[in-house]
């Protein structure tokens, strides 16, 4: 199983990893509780996405990432996971996923800590 690597410093993206996390026992992790970020991630990518790690290398990020954590927490939540990944909805998700994220200081848990610039 892979796990989710997630800005801490971020009310929303906390709140909504630790969903994923107590009703699925997946792993998540902020970054800032890293010594170093995996290969290939900057601060910069980490700040503005979430990433699905495996073996500690990123695999996807931002709305992929989401819907293999929803894939990993299995229950109902599984089939949406593998329903945003497909060729159908993929680019509809990464924009939903991009919208949120730069507005995600506004979303309920948001702060200006989480503001994307």
């Avoid at 992790?29 to 980490?46: H, I, S, Y």
């Avoid at 909805?89 to 949120?100: K, N, P, T, W």
């Amino acid at each position: 199983m892979g796990s989710l690597l997630y800005d801490g410093d971020c009310g929303f993206c906390t709140r909504s990893a630790t969903w994923i996390a107590k009703r699925g026992n997946v792993p998540i992790e902020p970054w800032q509780r890293r010594k170093e970020l995996p290969a290939g991630l900057t601060e910069e990518d980490v700040n503005a996405r979430a990433y699905w790690l495996e073996d500690d290398r990123p695999v996807a990020g931002g709305a992929e990432a989401i819907a293999r954590a929803l894939q990993a927490r299995g229950g109902l939540y599984g089939p949406y996971g593998r329903l945003l990944r497909t060729r159908v909805l993929r680019g509809v998700a990464e924009a939903s996923y991009q919208r949120i994220a730069h507005h995600r200081h506004q979303l309920p848990g948001g702060s200006d800590a989480c503001r994307i610039d």
